[in-house]
């Protein structure tokens, strides 16, 4: 058991700030930065949707590339003008939106032990979308095209992989193939299939992976996008004439930022940042970090009968169920993947034979973190409480990734930090509140829809409601129940709720 | 925060997020070359001499070998092939010098150049040189003035059967 780590970095100070202020304004549910990976997933079917309207218009070849595209835009406006702004303005949202994430990921530190995985499928993704981007570009064939096609290939020509400079053939009209443009198509069809094959590997280990941002938010992106469309439409800017060297382009800087770049920085230059980018990013995960996993979750064959509450629980499909090898009638067993367990001890809180209200003293669970035991914690809670004064003494469970509950501690108030706040099994409440041990519990952790753990925060309030096994016993007063959600930053918020609690407590109020 | 001022919220944030998005899809625009500047760009690829000429085989030589390999007359004692070296002057000052390796393992390949020269534009007298032998004179050489016009790519190209360099889309003010 431990308390969460009072020093925190400036950017975590600032993400979470913001996110506060976006909470206000969407509420959690709806709050953009909770919601990017699916966001990613709704920007990538725009484009895709997007562009297969576009597809059936588009021409290959030289001449008929740009003017199949200035058809659909000019001609066409009412429908394919807006079809392409919008393939344009969702793939720069999905760029934006895929930065954001991942850089949101590494301030919270999302990326370390057992999370390796998606962080570094990841990896591929930022290549592969800006290649499917740069790709896109080149079909237009306009001046940026050109520009952009150029430098690009100029760049590629720096690998000593090419004995002719591919270059060569973007010298005139002439060197230039009709079957570039079939080719590009190719790319820009398969190359997307292989993104939207890397999301499913990226996103593989998690359990419940939310791969569509809710009704409310991407309604409001995609109206966003449509007003963009109508107000600044995607335009092309004017055809591609190897002849002449347009000088000065618009250019994307999601997408296109690489060929300015080549302008100032030699292609070797280049190519260094991008490996060394790439490098960086995929070793991230085992550089050495303060970050030390506690113990995985261990399985007690004696004392697990296979109810699956683990396996259902877990947000990181670490657990799984296999037929049963010690001979006990049950069907099956829970396992534990050790490389895909983060320890945050959901399962444990999952499983049934966690109450406390077993008699042995030294009670062993079907699932349990070796670090943490269950026994363990009631042995803890039950020392606590005893030392508890005061006319209302009230019990706090909380999570190590959110706000410090250790602040709470007081004469009347004792507290718990867990891995997660769904390692707390239902049951520890009502032993909590069983016999007047103490007047009210009060549950804590991450903030709403942001659960460190993904669905810790999701679980326990669906248990507490008496939704999910294993539930809260009806037995048990909901009044004398308060559950508030503060990530670090929400401290004195937090605060101000328990002494609320406790006051509601202490008038007989019990809401 | 009441509703509605969740709305305005909601829409700044939207109207921000795709405000940036709008913005930075087009702009800045980005200037990589001047109003007054030009670009030449030399591109080509020539296979250089062999760096040890290749001899007929004496009859002697064709006696020893089977029927079949008879009809081979020349031997080459390596299939190296010499560097080739290309100049080009404008103004009578040096714009550029390249030594060009034959690709290939075996350095038998052909010597191969694509490079993108940003000059002023106006009236320009340039001489294109080209050595593909070991020797230390230039065999091809091209003098031209030519106009260069703001914007436009001139392309130098190279083709020994045609006698050498080919200046290709200029304005020539003398040959």
């Known amino acids: 058991?431990?308390?969460?780590?009072?020093?925190?970095?400036?950017?975590?100070?600032?993400?979470?700030?913001?996110?506060?202020?976006?909470?206000?304004?969407?509420?959690?549910?709806?709050?953009?930065?909770?919601?990017?990976?699916?966001?990613?997933?709704?920007?990538?079917?725009?484009?895709?949707?997007?562009?297969?309207?576009?597809?059936?218009?588009?021409?290959?070849?030289?001449?008929?590339?740009?003017?199949?595209?200035?058809?659909?835009?000019?001609?066409?406006?009412?429908?394919?003008?807006?079809?392409?702004?919008?393939?344009?303005?969702?793939?720069?949202?999905?760029?934006?939106?895929?930065?954001?994430?991942?850089?949101?990921?590494?301030?919270?530190?999302?990326?370390?032990?057992?999370?390796?995985?998606?962080?570094?499928?990841?990896?591929?993704?930022?290549?592969?979308?800006?290649?499917?981007?740069?790709?896109?570009?080149?079909?237009?064939?306009?001046?940026?095209?050109?520009?952009?096609?150029?430098?690009?290939?100029?760049?590629?020509?720096?690998?000593?992989?090419?004995?002719?400079?591919m270059a060569g053939y973007f010298i005139s009209a002439e060197t230039l193939d009709n079957r570039f443009f079939t080719l590009m198509s190719f790319f820009h069809v398969t190359v997307p299939l292989f993104i939207l094959f890397l999301f499913w590997v990226h996103?593989?280990?998690?359990?419940?992976?939310?791969?569509?941002?809710?009704?409310g938010l991407a309604l409001g992106?995609?109206?966003?996008?449509?007003?963009?469309?109508?107000?600044?439409?995607?335009?092309?800017?004017?055809?591609?004439?190897?002849?002449?060297?347009?000088?000065?382009?618009?250019?994307?800087?999601?997408?296109?930022?690489?060929?300015?770049?080549?302008?100032?920085?030699?292609?070797?230059?280049?190519?260094?940042?991008v490996g060394g980018i790439t490098l960086l990013l995929g070793v991230l995960p085992w550089l050495p970090h303060r970050f030390r996993q506690i113990p995985i979750a261990e399985v007690s064959l004696k004392n697990c009968n296979g109810c699956r509450r683990c396996v259902a629980d877990c947000p990181y499909e670490a657990v799984v169920m296999r037929p049963r090898s010690d001979g006990l009638h049950f069907a099956e067993e829970a396992v534990v993947t050790p490389d895909r367990c983060v320890?945050?001890?959901?399962?444990?809180?999952?499983?049934?034979?966690?109450?406390?209200?077993?008699?042995?003293?030294?009670?062993?669970?079907?699932?349990?973190?070796?670090?943490?035991?269950?026994?363990?914690?009631?042995?803890?809670?039950?020392?606590?409480?005893?030392?508890?004064?005061?006319?209302?003494?009230?019990?706090?469970?909380?999570?190590?990734?959110?706000?410090?509950?250790?602040?709470?501690?007081?004469?009347?108030?004792?507290?718990?930090?867990?891995?997660?706040?769904?390692?707390?099994?239902?049951?520890?409440?009502?032993?909590?509140?069983?016999?007047?041990?103490?007047?009210?519990?009060?549950?804590?952790?991450?903030?709403?829809?942001?659960?460190?753990?993904?669905?810790?925060?999701?679980?326990?309030?669906?248990?507490l409601a008496r939704e999910r096994e294993p539930r809260l016993r009806g037995r048990v007063e909901l009044g004398r129940i308060r559950q508030y959600w503060a990530s670090s930053a929400d401290f004195s918020g937090l605060a101000s709720e328990l002494e609320s609690f406790r006051a509601s407590l202490r008038n007989g109020r019990l809401t | 925060m009441i509703k509605p001022l969740q709305y305005m919220g909601q829409g700044l944030f939207y109207a921000l997020f795709f405000g940036v998005i709008g913005y930075f899809s087009t702009w800045p625009t980005y200037t990589y070359l001047q109003p007054d500047e030009t670009l030449i760009k030399l591109s080509f690829g020539h296979a250089g001499q062999l760096k040890e000429a290749c001899r007929e085989r004496t009859p002697e030589e064709l006696a020893k070998l089977p029927m079949y390999q008879r009809k081979v007359t020349t031997i080459c004692p390596s299939r190296e092939r010499a560097d080739v070296v290309v100049e080009l002057e404008m103004d009578g000052k040096q714009l550029y010098h390249v030594v060009l390796p034959p690709t290939g393992f075996a350095h038998s390949g052909t010597s191969n150049i694509y490079r993108r020269i940003p000059v002023k534009a106006g009236v320009h007298t340039l001489k294109a040189r080209l050595k593909d032998h070991i020797g230390e004179e230039f065999n091809f050489m091209h003098e031209e003035t030519v106009h260069l016009v703001p914007g436009r790519i001139m392309v130098i190209d190279f083709k020994s059967a045609t006698g050498g360099f080919i200046f290709k889309n200029k304005n020539t003010t003398q040959g």
């Open chain 1, 221 to 273: 992106m995609l109206l966003a996008m449509l007003v963009l469309s109508l107000v600044s439409p995607a335009l092309s800017q004017g055809p591609a004439d190897l002849g002449i060297e347009p000088g000065s382009v618009g250019v994307d800087w999601f997408y296109l930022f690489v060929s300015p770049l080549l302008d100032k920085w030699s292609a070797g230059q280049v190519w260094a940042l």
């Open chain 1, 1 to 165: 058991m431990t308390t969460s780590s009072s020093t925190e970095s400036l950017a975590r100070r600032t993400l979470l700030r913001f996110e506060g202020a976006l909470n206000k304004i969407f509420g959690n549910d709806l709050n953009p930065f909770y919601h990017l990976g699916a966001l990613g997933f709704f920007f990538f079917w725009v484009v895709t949707v997007s562009g297969l309207y576009i597809y059936v218009f588009y021409d290959t070849g030289v001449e008929d590339a740009f003017a199949s595209v200035e058809y659909l835009t000019h001609e066409q406006r009412y429908l394919g003008g807006i079809m392409r702004s919008l393939h344009r303005y969702a793939s720069d949202a999905l760029v934006v939106v895929m930065l954001l994430h991942l850089l949101r990921e590494f301030i919270l530190g999302r990326y370390r032990g057992a999370r390796w995985f998606a962080w570094f499928t990841g990896v591929p993704l930022i290549w592969l979308l800006l290649a499917a981007g740069i790709n896109g570009y080149w079909m237009v064939w306009d001046k940026l095209a050109q520009y952009s096609a150029v430098t690009i290939i100029e760049w590629f020509d720096w690998l000593p992989i090419f004995s002719v400079p």
């Open chain 1, 203 to 215: 996103i593989m280990r998690i359990s419940y992976p939310v791969v569509n941002p809710k009704r």
């Open chain 1, 343 to 463: 320890s945050c001890g959901i399962c444990a809180g999952a499983c049934p034979s966690s109450t406390p209200f077993r008699s042995e003293a030294d009670y062993v669970s079907g699932i349990e973190m070796p670090s943490l035991p269950m026994h363990g914690l009631r042995a803890a809670m039950t020392a606590d409480l005893a030392k508890l004064q005061g006319d209302v003494r009230v019990m706090v469970f909380g999570c190590d990734n959110a706000a410090d509950i250790g602040k709470l501690r007081s004469a009347g108030v004792a507290v718990m930090s867990l891995p997660c706040t769904a390692m707390l099994p239902p049951s520890f409440i009502e032993y909590a509140l069983h016999e007047r041990q103490v007047d009210g519990v009060f549950i804590t952790g991450c903030r709403e829809s942001d659960c460190y753990h993904r669905m810790g925060g999701v679980w326990t309030a669906q248990r």
